[in-house]
């Protein structure tokens, strides 16, 4: 009679604790550093029980030993954590502002007036970064570029953005204006982004810069630009610019030709002799003729050619009379 009530007391006792039940939904949830997660769970006990408290705690190996720590107890996650659930059956927690350390494994508690029960199983949190790459990370103007975004967790879609610009295509030919710094972020989590990689195009040059500097007294205040225009049975002069240095845009066969500066100061005003800008057989303005250095009234001018990866210096010369009459033609000036 004895063996008979006792074995009904552990029956009922078990079948309380039977009751008890803590459920997870994701057990292996991958998220990225500086975004939030939810862990959805759900907890069960016996009618009739109030539950008093509940704990979320993270597993941590101390001294060899594996131990539960209440996330209040650890300072670097306790005020990240928020209990998003309550005292009937939710048992629900979120995170913010994930930190790569806050990967591992995190176990739930609660107690009722009779009873306590914790989580055997647990969930398992994955903590990443985004990572991006630019493939080739340097090229020529017109070679492939390909971005990818990578990470450990599942990435549905991604973003591209160069120095703050969206970018259209991951895959493109890369030309000059291509070049900067390009971040991948998480579509629908844009605060979620990866740290900016650098693409370094190289491309010929593409600008000459014609310097006119002149040798005068006053100083010459006004500089004016010209181009001449040869036509089969014509020529003539065409204002292109103004100011000390004109940049000329070398890819293009119809800025070729001879150009010179004119200097102007409140005595008088000058022109420089032509320079000519040759035109390629490949339809591209590639280097400089000669350089010729002009004076006259009051005013000396002088046009330099800087090509951003090689100066070409190549004087006119004529014959050893030809260049003395020149110099004594250009030593004077004449006051107006």
Not at 146 to 173: I, M
Request: hydrophobic share 35%; with cysteine; glycine share 6%.
């Amino acid at each position: 009679m004895m063996i008979t009530i006792l074995l009904l007391v552990i029956l009922k006792a078990g079948a309380l604790r039977a009751g008890l039940s803590v459920t997870f939904e994701n057990p292996n949830p991958c998220a990225f550093k500086g975004s939030s997660v939810e862990f959805r769970c759900s907890y069960s006990y016996d009618d009739g029980q109030t539950v008093i408290e509940t704990t979320w705690y993270k597993g941590e190996l101390k001294d060899g030993t594996w131990v539960r720590v209440k996330l209040s107890d650890l300072p670097l996650i306790k005020n990240r954590s928020e209990y998003v659930g309550d005292k009937q059956h939710d048992c629900s927690l979120a995170l913010h502002d994930l930190q790569l350390n806050d990967t591992g494994y995190y176990y739930f508690r609660f107690d009722t007036d009779k009873y306590g029960r914790r989580s055997r199983k647990s969930v398992y949190l994955s903590v990443t970064e985004l990572r991006a790459r630019v493939h080739p990370d340097t090229v020529r103007a017109g070679d492939d570029v390909t971005l990818e975004c990578n990470t450990s967790c599942k990435l549905h879609s991604a973003l591209w953005y160069k120095d703050g610009r969206p970018v259209t295509k991951p895959k493109f030919q890369a030309q000059a204006e291509d070049a900067g710094k390009y971040l991948c972020v998480v579509e629908g989590q844009e605060s979620v982004r990866s740290d900016p990689v650098a693409l370094d195009v190289h491309y010929f040059p593409s600008i000459v810069n014609l310097t006119c500097s002149s040798s005068a007294n006053p100083a010459a205040v006004n500089y004016t630009w010209f181009r001449r225009k040869t036509k089969s049975s014509s020529s003539s002069l065409l204002q292109v610019g103004s100011g000390q240095v004109l940049s000329v845009p070398i890819v293009e066969l119809s800025h070729g030709g001879p150009y010179n500066c004119q200097a102007r100061n409140t005595v008088g005003e000058n022109n420089s002799t032509e320079v000519l800008l040759r035109e390629d057989d490949d339809s591209t303005l590639t280097s400089l003729n000669y350089i010729l250095i002009l004076v006259g009234i009051g005013v000396k001018a002088v046009i330099l050619l800087v090509l951003p990866l090689v100066i070409v210096w190549a004087w006119r010369r004529g014959s050893s009379s030809d260049v003395e009459k020149e110099e004594n033609n250009c030593d004077f000036s004449t006051d107006v």
